[in-house]
């Protein structure tokens, strides 16, 4: 079964950092992008950054931009987000969302379960 599984989420104070995985498993040829979003309650889902393999180009949300930085390793099918200067308004609920190419071919674009980020003194 093919799923992204994230991990890394927790509790840090303001100015503090966190790194959030999310890898790919299952009969996965690679990652083609890999976005960031974060949706608070009630609140509709933020795209946050985003990274192409192909060139490794990647798009920040002006709120989190100098602050965090999105990677991808295709070796170990997963992709990062790293996340400094953390401050007690970027408190959600952070989700991955990959473009997949199969090992049998074709496209699949699958969501992680969500990783919970509390900034609080």
């Known amino acids: 079964q093919v799923q992204l599984v994230q991990s890394g989420g927790g509790l840090v104070q303001p100015g503090g950092s966190l790194r959030l995985s999310c890898t790919a498993s299952?009969?996965?040829?690679?990652?083609?992008?890999m976005g960031w979003y974060r949706q608070g309650p009630g609140n509709q889902r933020e795209f946050i950054a985003r990274?192409?393999?192909?060139?490794?180009?990647?798009t920040y949300a002006d709120s989190v931009k100098d602050r965090f930085t999105v990677s991808l390793d295709n070796a170990k099918n997963t992709g990062y987000l790293q996340m400094n200067n953390l401050e007690p308004a970027d408190t959600d609920v952070y989700y991955c969302?990959?473009?997949?190419?199969?090992?049998?071919?074709?496209?699949?674009?699958?969501w992680g379960q969500g990783s919970q980020v509390t900034v609080s003194s």
């Open positions: 299952g009969s996965i040829f690679m990652i083609n992008e």
């Open positions: 990274i192409t393999a192909n060139g490794g180009f990647t």
């Open positions: 969302n990959a473009d997949l190419t199969l090992q049998l071919g074709g496209h699949r674009r699958l």
